[in-house]
C-alpha cells in the first residue's frame, strides 16, 4: 500500500480534493471492475453537515478484510433525493474512488435546502449502496425549536457488542456527535469475547483492516445510515496515552512513530465522513518529515440560532502528560503537590493555536446554547479521600491551566449556556463547570455531562459515593452500565437522558434509562428528574 510519506504535499491535496469533487466522465470512461460480491460491505455515512451542504462517505472494498480492488481509481455514481425511492433526485455526481486513499470516497454535496432531510446512495457497476439518510442543519439566523443530539464515544470491539446503535437508531436524533475512540489498537486477550484480526496495530494496512472491521458491524453501519455524524478522536485511533507527538505505550516498540501517527491520521481521513479541508487545512504539515504534523478536526457549526456545536481536538496538540511513574511515555496517576511541571502555566491541552481560536469563536458565540464537544471529562476528579490529592494526567486534570484558561475565556466572553460532552473515561458523569473548582462556593459557568463507553469492560461502582463527595461539582456517577446520551436542546431547556444497554456481551441486548437530567436556559443548574 501506498503511505503518505511516499505522497508530496500537492499530491496528497489533489488526492484528497479529487476523492471529494464532483467529476463528469463520458460511461466509456469510468472504471468500473466486475466484482464477485457488493463492494459496498462497510456502507455509508454523512457527516460535516452546515445549513447548505453535508459530506456523503463510502469505501469501496472486495469480499474479505485483506482483499484489494487493485491500483486503478474506480468511478462511483451517487444521489441525493428527497425521497428514500430517488424518484425525486435533486443532486447526482460521479467521484473517484482512488486506490491511494483507500477507494474511499467523500463527496461534497453543496446547495442543498437547510434544515430538511435527504436520502442518498452509491453506485458502481451493477453494485448499489445500502440507503442512507442525511440532512442539512437550520440556517445560522433561523429560529428553531429543537435539536436532538445524541453522543458517543469508546467502542472497543472485542469487550463486546455495538448493540446500543440499534437503540440509538430509534431515538430520532438530528445528529451524532463522536467523541473518541473509534477504533481500538489493541491485538485483544484471552478474556476478550471476540479478537479483532491483525494483531497490534502500526501501520497503514493495520489501521485500514481495523476500521473495515469495525465497519463492518452491521448495527454501527445503521447508524451511521441514520443521520450525519460530527467527528473527533482521542488516543486509541492512533495508541494509548499518546501526547502530540510524543508515543504512548503498549505494544511493541516501533522505530518511527511520526510515521505512524500520519498513517494512523490518514486511515482516519479515509473512513470518516470528513471534509479534505480536514487534511488541507493542516497540509504544510502533514508529512512525517515535518517539523509538526495535523489533521484539522476543530471546527464550529451553527444549528440555526438555538445552538453552536464546537469539536475540539484535545489529542493532537497536548503536551506530553506530566510527572508520569517511573518517567514512562503516556498517563499514569499523579500527586500534584509532588509535580511542578503540573504547575506550568504554558502548558496546553488544546494547543496554543487552537486555544486562540476557541477564544475567538467565544467571543462571537450566539445566546442559544453552546456545546463544546470535547475528548473526556472536564472538571476536576480526585482519587484520593481526603487531605492531597491523586490526579489522572491524561485530561484536563493533568493541565490545570489550560482547563483555566478555558473557563476564564467562558467568562470573559459572557458565553451564553455552556454545555460540555466528554468520553473517554468509560464512565457517565454529569456536573457543574466552575469558575474556581477549588472553591465548592464558586459560580457555575457551565455544565457536563461525560458520557460512557458504547462497548467497554465494565467498571465498578464501589467508591462512587466518596468520590462523588469528594468532588462536589459532580453531582451524578456510574461506572457499570454502557450505551450513550441524548441531549435535547429547547430554547427553554437542555433535557439530557443516559441510555445504557442491560449486557454488552450480548447482541439482543435491552436499553433502560440510567437518569434523566433538565438545565433551564441561562441558569448553568443541573436538575435530576
Known amino acids: 500500500m501506498t503511505n503518505i510519506d511516499s505522497l508530496t504535499r500537492r499530491r496528497l491535496l489533489q488526492l484528497a480534493v479529487a476523492s471529494a469533487a464532483t467529476v463528469w466522465l463520458p460511461r466509456s470512461a469510468w472504471s468500473q471492475p466486475k466484482f464477485s460480491s457488493n463492494p459496498f460491505t462497510l456502507g455509508v455515512a454523512s457527516g460535516s453537515p452546515t445549513h447548505d451542504s453535508v459530506v456523503l462517505w463510502t469505501r469501496l472494498m472486495a469480499e474479505g478484510l485483506f482483499s484489494g480492488l487493485g491500483r486503478d481509481a474506480i468511478t462511483v455514481r451517487w444521489e441525493v433525493a428527497h425521497d428514500d425511492q430517488f424518484v425525486r433526485i435533486v443532486r447526482t455526481g460521479q467521484s473517484q474512488a482512488l486506490a491511494e486513499l483507500a477507494h474511499s470516497v467523500h463527496v461534497e454535496v453543496s446547495g442543498l435546502e437547510a434544515d430538511r432531510w435527504y436520502f442518498y446512495r452509491f453506485m458502481t457497476g451493477e453494485a448499489v449502496s445500502m440507503t442512507g439518510r442525511t440532512r442539512t442543519f437550520p440556517a445560522a439566523d433561523a429560529n428553531v425549536a429543537s435539536l436532538r443530539l445524541g453522543y458517543a464515544s469508546c467502542q472497543r470491539w472485542e469487550h463486546g457488542y455495538f448493540s446500543a446503535y440499534r437503540h440509538m437508531r430509534e431515538e430520532s436524533l438530528d445528529a451524532v456527535m463522536f467523541l473518541g475512540d473509534y477504533i481500538y489498537e489493541y491485538p485483544g486477550g484471552k478474556t476478550s469475547l471476540r479478537i479483532p484480526s491483525g494483531g497490534w496495530v502500526q501501520t497503514l494496512d493495520d489501521y485500514r483492516q481495523r476500521y473495515a472491521l469495525y465497519k463492518g458491524e452491521a448495527d454501527l453501519q445503521a447508524m451511521h445510515s441514520a443521520c450525519p455524524w460530527l467527528m473527533t478522536w482521542d488516543d486509541h485511533e492512533v495508541q494509548n496515552g499518546y501526547a502530540g507527538e510524543k508515543e504512548g505505550e503498549g505494544g511493541p516498540p516501533v522505530a518511527n512513530f511520526a510515521a505512524r501517527r500520519v498513517a494512523a491520521y490518514q486511515a482516519y481521513y479515509e473512513h470518516m465522513p470528513l471534509r479534505p479541508a480536514a487534511l488541507t487545512q493542516g497540509l504544510a504539515g502533514l508529512t512525517n518529515t515535518a517539523p509538526v504534523t495535523e489533521m484539522r478536526l476543530y471546527h464550529r457549526v451553527e444549528f440555526g440560532r438555538l445552538a453552536s456545536l464546537y469539536l475540539l481536538d484535545a489529542r493532537q496538540y497536548k503536551d506530553p502528560q506530566p510527572c508520569t511513574p517511573g518517567g514512562k511515555s503516556g498517563s499514569g496517576y499523579l500527586n500534584p503537590a509532588n509535580c511542578p511541571e503540573w504547575n506550568d502555566t504554558r502548558r ?32 476536576p476528579r480526585d482519587f484520593r479521600t481526603g487531605p492531597g490529592q491523586t490526579l489522572w494526567n491524561d485530561g484536563w486534570d493533568g493541565y490545570s491551566a489550560a482547563r483555566k484558561r478555558l473557563t476564564a475565556s467562558l467568562l470573559d466572553n459572557a458565553v451564553a449556556n455552556p454545555v460540555f460532552l466528554g468520553g473517554d473515561v468509560h464512565e457517565n458523569w454529569v456536573g457543574h463547570v466552575k469558575a474556581d473548582y477549588a472553591n465548592t462556593a464558586s459560580r457555575n459557568v457551565g455544565v457536563e455531562f461525560c458520557g460512557t463507553a458504547i462497548v467497554s469492560r465494565p467498571g465498578s461502582n464501589a467508591k462512587a459515593a466518596e468520590r462523588l463527595a469528594e468532588n462536589p461539582h459532580f453531582i451524578f456517577a456510574e461506572a457499570e452500565r454502557k450505551g450513550y446520551g441524548v441531549a435535547e436542546f429547547t430554547p427553554k431547556q437542555l433535557t439530557v437522558v443516559l441510555r445504557v444497554v442491560d449486557d454488552i456481551t450480548r447482541s439482543d441486548t435491552k436499553i433502560e434509562t440510567l437518569a434523566r437530567f433538565a438545565v433551564p436556559a441561562g441558569q448553568s443548574v443541573i436538575e435530576k428528574v
Do not use: D, I
Not at 355 to 360: N, S, Y
Open 348 to 379: 496546553s491541552m488544546l494547543g496554543a493555536e487552537q486555544e486562540r481560536w476557541l477564544h475567538g469563536e467565544f467571543a462571537r458565540a450566539g445566546k442559544g446554547w453552546n456545546v463544546v464537544g470535547q475528548q473526556t471529562l472536564f472538571g
